[in-house]
């Protein structure tokens, strides 16, 4: 087989664990042996998909990893986000991390360079936002950096939370979040792990638009949690605060 054979296989088994109650995202046959590799795989996993509604990432790391990639399901929004839960202890949680999207006013074509200002100005909303994980892999496996790469970084979704000024988005470097749920509140004192959260976008779109890769209006871009992952119970009302800036709630449901 060839190189490009392999990649269409992993992606194909890849994207038959998104939707799997027992995920194993592991595939001895073949896995990607660099990151061009690793997002290809995450390309042809779009194209079976279809479209893409947003993307992840943070700014390239000290260790040489990039985090980047799609974001294959619709964007989740309202009272009520579907979500597949993590089973911890016999209890269905949802995995969640706190963040703010960027939302493309307009598309973004390849094979050109971009400034902060035309970015700026692509950007027509920010929101609060959570991104929705999911572990794909077996608990009893260590997938490397590029097989967590290729599967897309545990992503599983977002949940595009309200609007609130870019003005604000652009300055919140630290951002105390507090997280209730059955009279239960999780604090946390929120630093953005790339410094400002618009950072990666800026690295982001010139990378993928070297790569050829088209950017459409409305996508949303998260870019890192203020607190890594929280878990919170299902099919329960949960507020999120983001100390003066904007608070919501939602009741994540079962999506099989």
């Known amino acids: 087989m060839t190189d490009n054979t392999h990649l269409t296989e992993l992606a194909k088994h ?16 073949f896995t990607a042996q660099n990151i061009d590799q690793a997002i290809t795989v995450q390309q042809k996993m779009a194209e079976l998909n279809g479209h893409i509604s947003g993307w992840k990432c943070l700014v390239p790391q000290a260790n040489d990893q990039l985090i980047v990639a799609p974001i294959l399901q619709a964007a989740e929004r309202g009272q009520q986000c579907s979500i597949i839960p993590t089973i911890k202890d016999e209890q269905a949680l949802a995995l969640i991390e706190p ?15 971009y400034s902060h200002q035309e970015i700026d100005s692509a950007i027509n909303a920010t929101h609060m ?19 967590k790469l290729a599967d897309g970084l545990s992503n599983q979704g977002v949940y595009i939370g309200p609007q609130i000024p870019k003005s604000v988005a652009y300055q919140a470097s630290h951002v105390d979040v507090v997280v ?16 400002l959260p618009q950072l990666p976008v800026y690295w982001m779109i010139n990378y993928l638009a070297q790569k050829g890769v088209k950017l459409s209006a409305g996508q949303a871009i998260i870019t890192g949690s203020y607190c890594g992952v929280v878990n919170v119970p299902m099919a329960t009302e949960v507020s999120i605060e983001y100390k003066n800036i904007d608070q919501f709630s939602v009741s994540f449901i079962n999506a099989f």
């Open 14 to 29: 890849l994207f038959a664990q998104r939707n799997n109650v027992n995920p194993n995202a592991h595939f001895g046959a």
């Open 99 to 113: 963040e703010i999207a960027f939302i493309l006013g307009e598309d973004i074509e390849p094979y050109r360079h």
């Open 129 to 147: 936002a959570l991104e929705l994980i999911q572990n794909r892999f077996s608990r009893d496996s260590q997938p490397s950096y590029l097989q």
């Open 180 to 195: 209730t749920a059955n009279n239960q509140q999780q604090s946390f004192n929120g630093k953005h792990p790339c410094e």
